[in-house]
T-cell receptor, first 112, second 110 residues
Framework: NAGVTQTPKFQVLKTGQSMTLQCAQDMNHNSMYWYRQDPGMGLRLIYYSASEGTTDKGEVPNGYNVSRLNKREFSLRLESAAPSQTSVYFC???????????FGPGTRLTVT | QKEVEQNSGPLSVPEGAIASLNCTYS??????FFWYRQYSGKSPELIMS????GDKEDGRFTAQLNKASQYVSLLIRDSQPSDSATYLC??????????FGRGTSLIVHP
């Protein structure tokens, strides 16, 4: 089992460019999450999907969109990147929304 | 606003000692609690989940939950230099939206 995988591992964007971060899990989990982690700010929830077919906003959704493509995959899209979106992005999944989450390796995004 | 509070540290302990990490949470409706370990430059790794009051032990790790005091702790026995990392406390309340603390940095020195 690969667990939770994320692509790409690193990305540099110019202000205004768009990109999609990909996440997939092979644990047959129902719930999936996107976080960003900034120094001194901890992990902040961007969006989550409690189950296939549903998505909800988290603490910091502005500037992002998500798609739960199927049970395995949950993508995060930046339509017009801004320097404030420079961060490390983690995807996570859990068997059900009540239970513990398992994290992917992260994507380090720099917006210049 | 729901909050999970942790002392940022660093907490420094000698090798072989017990490290005690603490966490308080503001939402009395919180149902589930988790401890994660995060090495520098890596992703969070689950150490333990705890759902009911009392102690839960797993190897060198013991999680303690006191819902009346809104307090969760993690004890690491026989601390090793490899335990040096940031430890994140997290909770989930009735709507199951997770909230993370900012983490406590632990340094275990030989």
């Amino acid at each position: 089992n690969a667990g939770v995988t994320q692509t790409p591992k690193f990305q540099v964007l110019k202000t205004g460019q768009s990109m999609t971060l990909q996440c997939a899990q092979d644990m047959n989990h129902n719930s999936m999450y996107w976080y960003r982690q900034d120094p001194g700010m901890g992990l902040r929830l961007i969006y989550y999907s409690a189950s296939e077919g549903t998505t909800d906003k988290g603490e910091v959704p502005n500037g992002y969109n998500v798609s739960r493509l199927n049970k395995r995959e949950f993508s995060l899209r930046l339509e017009s990147a801004a320097p404030s979106q420079t961060s490390v992005y983690f995807c996570a999944s859990s068997v059900d929304r009540a239970y513990e989450q398992y994290f992917g390796p992260g994507t380090r995004l720099t917006v210049t | 606003q729901k909050e999970v509070e942790q002392n940022s540290g660093p907490l420094s302990v000698p090798e072989g000692a017990i490290a005690s990490l603490n966490c308080t949470y503001s939402d009395r409706g919180s149902q589930s609690f988790f401890w994660y370990r995060q090495y520098s430059g890596k992703s969070p790794e689950l150490i333990m989940s705890i759902y009911s009051n009392g102690d839960k032990e797993d190897g060198r790790f013991t999680a303690q939950l006191n819902k009346a005091s809104q307090y969760v702790s993690l004890l690491i026995r026989d601390s090793q230099p490899s335990d040096s990392a940031t430890y994140l406390c997290a909770s989930k309340e009735r709507s199951y939206i997770p909230t993370f603390g900012r983490g406590t940095s632990l340094i275990v020195h030989p």
